[in-house]
């Protein structure tokens, strides 16, 4: 007969591997037995937060925290599930158990870096992804996390130096190679920009943010071809992207597609009537056709969200 402890054993290789299927419903057979079997609780609270379950992931990982108060990871994780809430102040007051546990956690001070961050409170974000990098010299994650930190307080060239140090540490990490490329489009170096939206969706090509990104950095070359071809990809894995239809109807409008790119500013405000920037392409567009009414009544529409102090912020951004 298998015990708890092989059980688990074995439960936790599968979920090691990802194998989240078969290592769900083994946690589930420990917890028939033994419900208050911490390490069962928080793993099935960790499958629960990996799937998107985030509310019955702080449940599971709450029960087991208080079964087991001094366990760091576990404080840690249920800030995770917190986080993922949007209950930042929960979440902070987690990631401070943990450290008052282990002060010395990376993952828990960049956890708690990012929880501050979402406050708002990016100086005191800035501290904690510099502990966690001291700490853990080849986390990537912290240096990135850092990268887009310093980018909000406007400070490019030192974010530059954080992403490319991440990069160093994972050359294969998409996420600072995007940071890095909207970096340097930020300050005007498209060629370096451009390299490295073509390095992220070579290592992940179904990014659309990655495509779409490198559209743009291809459009501000003067490279409208390539730009087109680019946003069309972004668009076959990610159909309702505003952002992409606005910005490949400004490329195919300066290419003199104008009918196609009427098209799109339309299916734009279709999904996001609130966006001034569309319509203003799309009155100039109107107007290039001589439908001047229309083109008219979209500026006036545009001048009408700009002048709105209340309301919903755009979803997306469009540039």
Known sequence: MTTISEALATAIAHHQAGRLAAAEPLYR???????????????????????????????????AAAINPQAADYQNSLGEAYRALRQFDAATACYRRALEIHPEMAEAHNNLGNALSNQGRVEESIACYRRAAELRP??????NNLGLAL????????????????????PACVQALLNLGNALQSRGSLDGAASCYQRTVELKPDYAKGHTNLGNALQAQGKLEEAVAAYRRALQIVADNVECLNNLGNALKRLGNTEE?????????????????????????????GQREEAEACLKRAEEIRGEKTGPEPSQPVT
């Open 29 to 63: 057979q420990i917890l028939q037995v033994d419900p208050n079997h911490p390490e069962a609780l928080y793993l099935l609270g960790v499958i629960a937060l990996q799937a998107g379950h985030h509310q019955a992931s702080a449940e599971l990982i709450g029960r």
């Open 138 to 143: 080849d986390f990537a994650e912290a240096y």
């Open 261 to 289: 790119a009427i098209a799109l500013y339309r299916r734009a405000i279709q999904l996001n009537p609130r966006l001034p920037e569309v319509y203003a392409n799309l009155a100039k567009a109107l107007d290039d056709q």
């Open 151 to 170: 980018m909000a307080q406007g400070r490019g060239g030192e974010a530059v130096a954080c992403y490319q140090r991440a990069l160093h540490v994972d």
